[in-house]
């Protein structure tokens, strides 16, 4: 069982940089696919950046490609995503997510664990 917790979500103007941390206890992540999922109100989960357990590989939403950047740290245990040059539509509620059975995945059904989400509010 992974447990992960996600934090550094808040309220930023549009154009500015936030930095999300997604922490794992209970088992180690090293051997797991670590994702970034964003959930707006009535929108679905869309995908936002993935990375493998080796960081070697790695994908991006066409909505966040060279403004976001994820990355893991597997000695702790957990990931980021830098978020920059943010703009209001990326207001959501974020999720990390791990994957035990795939390197990584834009799918959010191939992930076995999920945080429990942190917000982020770009304003205008």
């Known amino acids: 069982q992974v447990t992960l917790v996600e934090s550094g979500g808040g309220l930023v103007q549009a154009g500015g940089s936030l930095r999300l941390s997604c922490a794992a206890s209970?088992?180690?992540?090293?051997?797991?696919?670590m994702g970034w999922f964003r959930q707006a109100p009535g929108k679905e989960r869309e995908f936002v950046a993935a990375i493998s357990w080796s960081s070697l590989s790695s994908g991006y939403g066409d909505s966040v490609k060279g403004r976001f950047t994820i990355s893991r740290d597997n000695a702790e245990n957990g990931g980021y995503l830098q978020m920059n040059s943010l703009k209001p539509e990326d207001s959501a509620v974020y999720y990390c997510?791990?994957?035990?059975?795939?390197?990584?995945?834009?799918?959010?059904?191939?992930?076995?664990?999920w945080g429990q989400g942190t917000q982020v509010t770009v304003s205008s």
């Open positions: 209970g088992r180690t992540l090293s051997s797991y696919g």
């Open positions: 997510a791990a994957a035990g059975r795939v390197l990584w995945s834009e799918h959010p059904d191939e992930y076995d664990y």
